[in-house]
């Protein structure tokens, strides 16, 4: 059997409806009789709440009700969302309400929910709900939590420490007492929010004569969002269901299990109405869990040959104010920070801090573009103070070729060891360099100098996880209609899920894309998903997907033999008809297969044929595909304002098989731009009362077009051995090179004064400050 | 983030408008909507009631007469960014106004909306400061004119009336052959400025500069002349050096400290704006 | 109870009346009161351009307008770019040809600008179709198959033209 799609640059299913308006996201849902929901928010960083008056918002012509903590409070078996990833390394629980009651931790957190004929109305009668406040010191420096005197996000609370664990191997201590050159650095890292251009958002309706509660949301993880609703209200499975519409981009935030997740399904049950909540941009700044602030201190010990003996340091990781996800972020800066190289010993300490912010959880890439920052950062060090070339420097230490798979001694946060699946990591380095014109970029460096002009190159590698497990079902089904039914909990966000598994199931069924329908999550049409998150879908729903149709074809193929009288071996599948290869005109078209296995009343099946054409399968991995690449930019910074224009982009790029290069490298490219807004552009301010201060898009900048460079993709395709499809996750990857890449090559530019950059994102006018800095220290050095 | 209840009016002439502004206590005028529109959506403002004066067509025109361009209050954006009559004899303003926000904003933006907004980095306003424009105001007792340097009061504050509505602008030409140059700092194209520049030049047949307009947008409170900048040019020969030497002088001036960029980084950028715009309108004096 | 008006107008070529509130954008009017939800809103506050629309056939971010200002005014949305259900605009198509979309929640806007903007250059450079879209946010794509669409979609539009 040929493969038709698989490997190929195949249009999207998802794309028709999409460009021509028809495409249904949360906002577009609709019931009869639709309530609209608007909440009241605390406006303060932290503060105690003494009562909550909701008699004037009531009064509003048009609102049905007004819920506090209180209202909800009968309904709720669990009061909490205790959405925390498992750990030994928690020092304390901080598990969301899904209101208030008499404490708010951050600006944004819910303390009431209005619902109205509509949302203006909503809006309006909110801004009547009067809640008493009692002011509370917030803190909002990670570091700063951390101290001893420091007032606590949780009243009550014995400290901030929210967790604490090391990742470690090796002799760390012997590595640096013998080592010819020790280099430390101090980074502030930060990331800001997911910013999907869609917010959030949840549309529910309790059904009082089925006594079933559907819930639409926004969500990357329908079915976890399908647990946690049944685990709160005490419910049993069957009665709860979570749809997950068009979604318009995720990038990590919409994984977790939100308060209105709750809150909008309880408003529908007590009011006995549908209730419909959309986020707007305004609360996407401080609802919406962000990455933020991580604060590293590091040192890399080497020996004269630029070889790594070592690297050490301590995380302090920004947590906001309760436990969305867990520990799992900075557990991922930590586990990436080694990945692509041979470091014999390594230690990092991480403390996790809570603040009153918003909580912290994974945006695209997931702490993992942070970890590579870290050792990237330390590489360009060696390189300067050895006088090595940067390049150099890291291919003396990139885990080679030939020891494939390679065994890190390192353990996943599930306790499993690390293994480096397939790859060539000195290669793709190479390949960059190539594409970036790396040799004979001082001759073209000097020239600019000469003529006032500053550029600069810069480099980086990258390792990132990918595939998370353990698994992600997926049902195929072919039906009398003749179509092919695709059911899986994975969800679909933007990244072409439904296509990529139309792909995927079309192989073994001739290669039509338009005989396939694809559900993606839908807890009614499938019972067990995990969702969109880490790069996964491909590998672990994809595998699934392939594993089923196998079946499915071979049950087809079977049936059709019996129907058509001929052997299994003399049969094909083309054009929605199992045929015979050789006489293509004895065929049973995939629609009188699935009739003939319907069952006809008191008719026997098809000899020994079991019922139906459906298979389920789950295939299972733990363990981590590790796609990897290097990414290279070339900017110029204009020295009197500080602007950087990224004048190159190049991301060489490996996830083993491609399933779709036109979306691996829409996927790929869109991740680099992202990884450049981190770099360059994004910043969550707060100040020290824990207010947002970018809290538009006018204030929090997002990249545009204009900014954006062209981005030069290249590939290499190292099969991942642990799937069957040999596939490797690159929904994130193209995030990591990004930011350290652009730093390294603003310092390359800026050579001439000296100037170190420690920080993301670095702004125009910290770049200035830098460029003064650095001539003032010079000064101080030479003064002549 | 949906607008407060407010009533609604559309009058169809100013005088009508005018009648409702005199007689309703809390109005908000909408024009292009393009600033009051984010307001009320994120009720910042909460007006009781919402004059739309869209409808007003006597306010949409843009006259030249004597040496003198007059935009009417609702002249869009766009109208001016495709008005040849700009194009040729104001290229300062064409060239300005590309980075007005975008496309569609500049299609719906008006011209009076920008200065009675009074963003200190719109570039309409900068343009005005920088043309000494007469701004034509109604009330209710008739029409006055108030000389630009006098409109702007304070931060985003205009020294109209309650009562009054801006009906047109009116910018006095630079003769054939005038340098220009209009820079700025923005982070991304189409923002608001951090800080921009507007010069404008006229030299003598030695090359020596005649007359001079130098302002910075974006970088106070409200558009400044850098009226030490202008008056160190005149009877000089200019010069990237010299300019440079000049321009220090614009690190002076006061500036906003906001999330955007701290105080001494704009002040820094308005020495760097105004050179580059005095540069380039140095090198297009006797080109047009 | 909000003050209502009654309005007149004309969208994808289809008359509506309508009594509208007065403080409704021209955005959750089309989407909420006439099912129109090919318009999509991304911020509310006019920066991201998901909104946009052709109003009169000059782009216009519909939330930044109120919907009694459509009043007696033509409208065209992403759900009337196409000529016929069964065929796509060459821009639909170029966007599906050069995966100028991802999720899609920017496309509505994207393809109303382009619209405009390919009428008024429909010769475009790269750069000038990224300044061209620079009020639309995208957080998928990173641009690159949207302006490589637009390309391509200039082209497409130019040769339909010399064919006809």
């Known amino acids: 059997m040929s493969l038709r799609t698989f490997g190929n640059r195949v249009g999207r299913i998802e794309d028709p409806a999409l460009l021509t308006g028809k495409g249904r996201f949360i906002d577009d849902i609709k019931w009869p009789e639709l309530a609209h929901a608007a909440f009241v928010r605390s406006p303060f960083g932290h503060a105690a709440i003494t009562a909550i008056d909701t008699s004037a918002a009531l009064e509003v012509p048009g609102v049905f009700a007004v819920y506090t903590a209180a209202d909800f409070a009968p309904l709720l078996k669990i009061d909490r969302l205790i959405v925390g990833l498992p750990s030994p390394a928690y020092r304390q629980d901080v598990n969301r309400p899904v209101l208030a009651k008499d404490e708010v931790v951050h600006v944004g957190e819910p303390v009431a929910i209005v619902i109205a004929k509509n949302r203006y109305i909503a809006e309006d009668a909110a801004a009547l709900v009067n809640v008493d406040y009692e002011i509370l010191p917030a803190i909002g420096d990670a570091r700063a939590a951390l101290e001893k005197a420091s007032p606590t996000v949780h009243r009550g609370a014995p400290h901030n420490l929210l967790a604490e664990f090391d990742v470690a191997y090796g002799d760390v201590a012997r590595a640096f007492a013998g080592a010819p050159h020790v280099f430390r650095e101090t980074l502030w890292q930060h990331r800001g929010g997911g910013h999907s251009l869609e917010c959030r958002g949840a549309v529910a309706r309790y059904d009082a004569n089925e006594e079933r509660l559907t819930l639409f949301s926004s969500t990357q993880t329908p079915h976890t969002a399908m647990r946690l609703l049944c685990d709160m209200l005490g419910w049993d499975e069957h009665r709860v269901r979570v749809i997950t519409p068009d979604v318009g981009g995720g990038f990590g935030p919409k994984l977790i299990f939100y308060p209105e997740d709750v809150a909008v399904p309880l408003a529908a049950i007590l009011l006995q109405r549908p209730v419909k909540w959309v986020e707007d941009r305004r609360e996407h700044f401080v609802a919406t869990t962000q990455e933020r602030d991580q604060f590293w201190d590091v040192e890399i010990a080497v020996d004269s040959e630029a070889r790594i003996l070592g690297v050490r340091g301590t995380l302090i990781h920004e947590h906001g104010a309760y436990t969305a996800r867990g520990v799992n972020l900075p557990y991922e800066s930590a586990q990436t920070v080694t990945l692509a190289y041979e470091v014999p010993a390594y230690h990092l300490g991480v403390k996790l801090a809570l603040t009153n912010k918003v909580p912290v959880t994974p945006v695209r890439g997931a702490g993992q573009p942070q970890g590579a920052f870290a050792m990237e950062r330390l590489l360009d060090r060696v390189a300067r103070e050895l006088r090595i070339d940067r390049a150099e420097v890291r291919r003396r230490n990139l885990v080679a070729a030939e020891k494939m798979p390679y065994a890190k001694p390192l353990k996943s946060r599930g306790g499993m060891q690390v293994v480096l699946d397939s790859g060539n990591y000195p290669e793709m380095q190479r390949m960059v360099l190539d594409a970036v014109g790396w040799d004979d970029f001082r001759a073209r460096q000097l020239a600019a100098r000469a003529s006032g002009r500053y550029i600069g190159l810069g480099l980086a590698n990258f390792v990132k996880g990918t595939g998370r497990g353990p698994f992600e079902p997926v049902t195929v089904r072919l039906g009398p209609s003749g179509k092919i039914h695709i059911m899986t909990g994975a969800a679909a966000m933007g990244q072409s899920t439904k296509t990529m598994l139309a792909q995927i199931v079309a192989d073994q069924f001739g290669g039509a894309m338009d005989n396939i329908v694809v559900t993606a999550g839908d807890t009614a049409v499938i019972p067990m998903g995990m969702g969109g998150f880490n790069s996964r879908q491909a590998v672990m729903a994809g595998s699934s997907a392939h594993l089923a149709a196998v079946k499915l074809r071979e049950k087809t193929i079977a049936i059709g033999a019996k129907l058509l009288n001929v052997s299994i071996d003399e049969l094909d599948i083309d054009a929605g008809f199992v045929h015979v290869r050789a006489r293509p005109k004895i065929a049973a078209s995939l629609g009188d297969i699935a009739r003939s296995v319907a069952g006809i009343p008191g008719l026997a099946l098809p000899g020994g044929i079991a019922p139906g054409l459906e298979t389920s399968e789950a295939f299972v991995r733990d363990e981590m595909a590790f796609a990897n690449g290097a990414g290279a930019a070339e900017v110029e910074v204009d020295t009197e304002t500080g602007e950087v224009v990224i004048r190159k982009f190049v991301i060489a790029h490996d996830c083993g098989r491609v399933i779709n290069p036109m979306i691996v490298d829409g996927q790929i490219i869109g991740a680099a731009a992202h990884g450049i807004g981190n770099a360059l552009f994004e910043w969550m301010g707060f100040d020290a009362d824990c207010q947002p201060i970018t809290a538009t898009l006018a204030d929090y900048i997002l990249i545009t077009s204009t900014e954006t460079p062209h981005i030069e993709v290249l590939h290499m395709e190292s099969p991942s051995p642990l799937n069957p499809l040999g596939v490797k996750g690159v929904g994130e990857c193209g995030v990591m090179p990004s930011a350290p890449a652009i730093m390294s090559a603003i310092e390359d530019a800026l050579s001439p004064f000296g100037v170190k950059i420690t920080r993301t994102p670095i702004m125009p006018s910290e770049i200035l400050a830098a460029i003064h800095a650095a001539r003032r220290e010079k000064l101080r050095a030479d003064p002549l | 983030m949906k607008p407060p209840p407010f009533r609604y009016h559309d009058p169809r002439t100013v005088d009508e408008a005018i009648g409702l502004l005199s007689t309703l206590d809390n109005a908000k005028v909408l024009a292009g909507g393009q600033s009051l529109m984010p307001m009320l959506n994120m009720r910042y403002v909460l007006p009781d009631d919402v004059i739309d004066i869209n409808k007003i067509a006597a306010l949409c025109y843009i006259r030249e007469t004597d040496g003198v361009i007059e935009f009417g209050a609702m002249t869009r954006q766009r109208d001016i960014e495709f008005s040849d009559v700009v194009k040729a004899r104001f290229p300062i303003i064409h060239e300005a106004i590309l980075n007005v926000g975008h496309r569609q904003t500049r299609n719906r933006g008006t011209i009076g909306g920008s200065l009675c907004h009074l963003d200190p980095s719109a570039e309409l306003v900068t343009m005005a400061a920088a043309h000494d424009a007469v701004v034509t105001v109604a009330g209710p007792n008739g029409t006055r004119e108030i000389p630009f340097a006098q409109f702007p009061v304070t931060f985003m504050t205009t020294a109209i009336e309650a009562n009054e509505l801006v009906t047109g602008v009116r910018f006095p030409r630079w003769p054939a052959g005038h340098g220009y140059g209009f820079v700025e700092f923005a982070r991304r194209h189409g923002d608001f400025a951090i800080a921009s520049a507007a010069a404008l030049l006229e030299t003598d047949s030695n090359g020596k500069i005649t007359r001079a307009s130098v302002t910075l947008g974006g970088v106070s409170v409200t558009p400044v002349r850098v009226r030490a900048v202008e008056q160190a040019l005149i009877g000089q020969k200019g010069s990237e050096d010299f300019f440079r030497e000049v321009c220090e002088e614009c690190r002076k001036v006061a500036a906003i400290d906001d999330v955007h960029a701290p105080a001494n980084y704009r002040q820094h950028l308005a020495t760097v704006m105004s050179r580059r715009a005095l540069v380039a309108a140095l090198g297009r004096v006797g080109k047009a | ?164």
Not at chain 3, 23 to 51: P, S, Y
Not at chain 3, 64 to 74: P, R, W
Not at chain 3, 99 to 115: A, I, K, R, V, Y
Not at chain 3, 121 to 139: F, H, K, M, W, Y
Request: charged share 20%; hydrophobic share 35%.
């Open chain 3, 1 to 164: 109870m909000s003050e209502t008006r009654k309005i007149a107008v004309t969208i994808n070529g289809k008359r509506y009346e309508e009594e509208v509130e007065v403080r409704w954008t021209l955005a959750d009017f089309m989407r909420q009161q006439l099912g129109l939800t090919g318009t999509h809103l991304g911020c509310e506050h006019g920066v991201c351009g998901a909104c946009t629309i052709l109003f009169d056939g000059y782009s216009a971010r519909s939330c930044l307008m109120l919907a009694v200002q459509a009043d007696g005014h033509e409208i065209l949305t992403v759900e009337g770019i196409a000529p016929s259900e069964e065929q796509m605009h060459p821009l639909q198509e170029a966007f599906r040809d050069n995966h100028g979309l991802q999720c899609g929640f920017c496309t509505p806007g994207m393809l109303t600008t382009l619209l405009e903007f390919l009428r008024d250059n429909p010769d475009p450079t790269e750069q000038e179709v990224r300044i061209a879209i620079s009020g639309n946010l995208c957080r998928c794509t990173g641009y690159q198959g949207i302006v490589a669409a637009a390309l391509d979609a200039a082209q497409r539009l130019k040769a339909a033209k010399e064919a006809s």
